[in-house]
């Protein structure tokens, strides 16, 4: 229960306007005003916590599932029958990488993980070796705490 109510706590923090929390029971469903002011919103998501207090979990009651979104942003070699390219960059935004599942060219039909991991280590080791050539080619610069490079 503590998990599910941290978790409705960030979202809502976040600007959520809904927060849905799956129970067997019930299903929990909250909608936050997105212009009430934030007493009003915390007053909400206050009320939304005490009703799942008392409805309270039972053993089984929560569906747990995972999914594993393949193939949303494809890597390929050229923007057209791709959204990254080979090192996981998206073509349109310098700067945005991917790392996971989404890199798949289709649904591969197995458990990705160990692909998954794979290619995230891959796109990171690759990442970590562009910042150190362009540290030395264009010098550390910052903006905003971030390094610049694109």
Not at 3 to 8: F, H, P, Q, S
Not at 51 to 59: D, E, F, L, T
Not at 80 to 88: L, P
Not at 138 to 146: K, L, V
Request: glycine share 8%; with cysteine; proline share 4%.
């Amino acid at each position: 229960m503590q998990g599910m109510e941290v978790a409705a706590r960030a979202l809502a923090a976040a600007g959520a306007i809904r927060v849905v929390v799956p129970n067997a029971a019930e299903l929990w469903d909250l909608h936050l005003a997105p212009h009430a002011n934030e007493a009003s919103r915390q007053a909400q998501l206050d009320g939304f916590i005490s009703k799942m207090r008392a409805v309270g979990i039972r053993k089984y009651d929560v569906p747990l599932f995972s999914a594993h979104q393949m193939g949303s942003c494809r890597m390929g070699s050229n923007a057209r029958s791709s959204v990254c390219d080979a090192r996981g960059q998206c073509w349109e935004v310098c700067g945005l990488y991917v790392a996971d599942a989404s890199l798949f060219p289709t649904a591969s039909g197995v458990n990705p993980m160990i692909t998954v991991y794979a290619l995230s280590y891959m796109v990171a080791s690759g990442l970590a070796q562009h910042w150190r050539t362009e540290q030395q080619r264009i010098g550390y610069r910052e903006q905003g705490g971030r390094p610049v490079a694109c």
